[in-house]
């Protein structure tokens, strides 16, 4: 069975310092991870994946995340956050080819002071 | 914008009530998922159809029923409505039916509160 944890249900930075959302996995086989975004009143949108090619994946507005299998994680960073990255982010797992298999984590919620 | 539209953005309806939520997939797009997000159970998948065949199921009540339509919107219908069926609906497409890649695009969702 898969299941996907993100470390800190809120993150609160100061714009133009670093973003770093904690996302642990765990998986029988090896699994295709992503990131999503949620502003407010708006869908979730695909930030970025993971499908066991690089294990440096950038994304969309400058993020990008690691994947490392030893210690089972997916952290999200950013070098420098902006107001504009306020928002939910959720970490996704996937063993399959199945909706059913797709599992999304709780949510981080990142607050970007000014 | 992705694409996902999404009617009604909002409704308000009473216990015992049905309603139907409606969703158009992207241009192109063959799969249609219907997602229950609440504060207490985060995101939940309820179903899935593909090219108007139901494809997967999750956690949908037995209340609530779902179809694809020839033109491939999708509607979501919810009966005998509970206080706990409050919670924002999303639906979401993506291009691929069988094999799912995690690449969904989704609607801004129907915010249904029940009173």
């Known amino acids: 069975a898969q299941s996907v944890t993100q470390l800190d249900s809120h993150v609160s930075v100061s714009e133009g310092t670093p973003v770093l959302l904690r996302c642990n996995y765990s998986s029988s086989y090896s699994p295709s991870l992503f990131w999503y975004v949620q502003h407010p009143n708006k869908g979730l949108q695909l930030l970025l994946k993971y499908t066991s090619a690089a294990t440096l994946v950038k994304g969309i507005n400058g993020f990008e995340a690691e994947f490392k299998k030893s210690e089972t994680s997916f952290h999200l960073t950013k070098p420098s956050a902006h107001m504009s990255d306020a928002a939910e982010y959720f970490c996704?797992?996937?063993?399959?080819?199945?909706?059913?298999?797709?599992?999304f984590g709780s949510g981080t919620q990142l607050t970007v002071l000014p | 914008d992705s694409g996902v539209t999404q009617t009604p953005k909002h409704l308000i309806t009473a216990t015992g009530q049905r309603v139907t939520l409606r969703c158009s997939p992207r241009?192109?797009?063959?799969?249609v998922y219907w997602y229950q997000q609440s504060l207490d159970q985060g995101l939940q998948f309820l179903i899935q159809y593909y090219n108007g065949e139901e494809r997967a199921k999750g956690n949908i009540l037995e209340r609530f029923s779902a179809q694809q339509f020839p033109d491939l919107h999708s509607e979501l219908n919810l009966s005998s409505l509970e206080l706990g069926d409050s919670a924002l609906y999303f639906c979401?497409?993506?291009?691929?039916?069988?094999?799912?890649?995690?690449?969904?695009?989704f609607g801004e969702g129907s915010r249904l509160t029940v009173l």
């Open positions: 996704v797992v996937s063993e399959g080819g199945s909706a059913r298999q797709l599992t």
């Open positions: 979401a497409s993506s291009v691929a039916g069988g094999g799912h890649t995690g690449e969904l695009f």
């Open positions: 241009s192109g797009d063959l799969s």
